[in-house]
């Protein structure tokens, strides 16, 4: 096996010398390193077709050199697995190849010019500036700053703009595999892409994937918003990085095996709402940035107007605890922020979401007139979207764990003093503007005896469904209507938990023999590869209908397609009703 390959490498070589002005050099080199690396780690059964391998050995005469010599080039780049190294036109970037699980991981790829001084709070600089030589993307890059720290950490820097790549060994820049997409949750404040390892998605996948992670900025560094932002920075900036992030894939991942016209988004909570976002954004324009979209948990978060007062007072406040609140105007303000040190921006953000004892993520996104134009339930409604395949559903304990987490007592269903004004208290600090007429509806239809007189599960169903569960039926609603091509999941596991993001541990908490998470991992990453999901040992999925039902019950016991029940069905059109109310 090996010496063919060492051949090859010596007769390029030999023609490099004939014709050196019709050769380019590097891919060359790059072509002869790759076979010297082949030749010494090739495991039997590993090493991929060559198309280039039946005219190796032919008789060659001199006329015919110059073009089998181009043919040869071409196929060896073509063919130049394992990706380890990859160049593009800032860098070229050397990953890691375990030989034992297949996988190449490229971490820490810069995406975007650090978002720092005057970059603070503006559209990611993206690809980036410079150029960049060779790196080793062999760490995964700082995360971003979450807004429960004070200051950058050993792990985080608001120089965060980094992604990463995951590739099956076998993959050749021809490859052309489909690209799984995936944004993490943590609400817009927290959340860091290296605690999404790729192994049990592209290992358990039946057919090649590349699954790909993007830092994004959070709380006061990504989503800072009232007017001053508008004229002097830019709303959204998270999203921006996001967006920054699937522009990067589209001119990125070719080099790397990948498929641009295949790309599959896919995020949990935050994670999902960004995809949401994505769905929506600039008026629902189809970009195609992403060709399907998945989202486990979407939350419906209370999207105000960048200029809305109470997105002005977070401004403000968090300005004064930043010390630039009487640094002059909006203009002069900003420029005293992007003055301020990393820990005075990281505090500020802290001390801002100190101070709102009732909300558990004061710092959000918001409607900017530009980049998110509608909100999620007026943009579905009025078609908005872009039109692609999309797999959502949500989890049965959705709600539960919320209201604990609020240091207001008097928002803290579980406290044993807690009352019905406790519910209402927790819904409200979630959602301005929720009205007591709105909540005393609400508990005509989650009535507190149904809920063994317990208010802490009254107000998980209540918020369970209004953030999330209705938001994933919601969003297929939408796209059933459409015409498109939509399946919903609920999972609900009795065993391990049905709480919010418990289904992750399905993806991303190492090696599993459990068959509902295989079967989980295989429905997923078919609906990457081949648009539907679907699983070997497992139930039929099929696409949600008109009605409403039915989705995929995913339970330990036992799974199978079932109806969404008409009381949830109500609970959501209530929800949905109060679009205005709460700014959903
Ligand atoms: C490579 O993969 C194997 C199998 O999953 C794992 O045990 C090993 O730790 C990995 N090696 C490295 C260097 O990460
Ligand atoms: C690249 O990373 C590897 C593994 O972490 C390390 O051994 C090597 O020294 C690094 N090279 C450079 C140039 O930093
Ligand atoms: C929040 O800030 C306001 C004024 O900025 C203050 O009146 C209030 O006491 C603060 N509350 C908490 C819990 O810090
Ligand atoms: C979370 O909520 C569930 C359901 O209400 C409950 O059983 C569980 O004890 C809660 N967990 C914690 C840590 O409070
Ligand atoms: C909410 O109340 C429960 C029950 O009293 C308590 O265990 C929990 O610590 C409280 N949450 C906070 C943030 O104080």
Redesign the pocket.
Known sequence: MAWPWIAVCVHIFHLTAIWPSQLVLPSVEHSCGFLQLRVSSAAPGRVPDDPADSSRHSGTSREMLPILLGILLCSLAASAAPLSSVTLDYGTFTGTTNTTNGLIYFQGIRYADPPVGALRWQAPASPPSGHLGNVNATEPGFACIADTQTNSGATTDEDCLFGNVFVPIATTPNSKLPVLVYFYGGGFESGRSQDFPPENIVLGSAKPLIFVTFNYRLGQFGFLSGTPVQQSGQLNAGLLDQRAALEWVQSYISKFGGDPSRVTLWGQSAGAGSVMFHLIAEGGENKHLFHQAMGDSPPLIYLAEYNAQHTEDLFAQFAGFAGCGNAGDGQAIMACLRAASTATIATAGKNTLGNRTSTNYPIQPVLDESFLRQRPIEAFKADNFVRVPMLFGSNTDEGANWS????N?SA?T???SATETTVYNFIAGQYAGFSQTSFNEALTLYPLAVYDESFSLQGQQMFGEMRFICTALMITDAARKAGLKVYQYHYDNPILGSDHAAELSAFFDGPTSNPLFIAMQQYWTSFVTSGAPVASSSASWTQRGLNGSPRLLLHPGEVKMEAVPASLTAHCAFWHSLATEIST
């Open positions: 604990a987490k609020l240091p007592p803290n579980s406290s044993p």
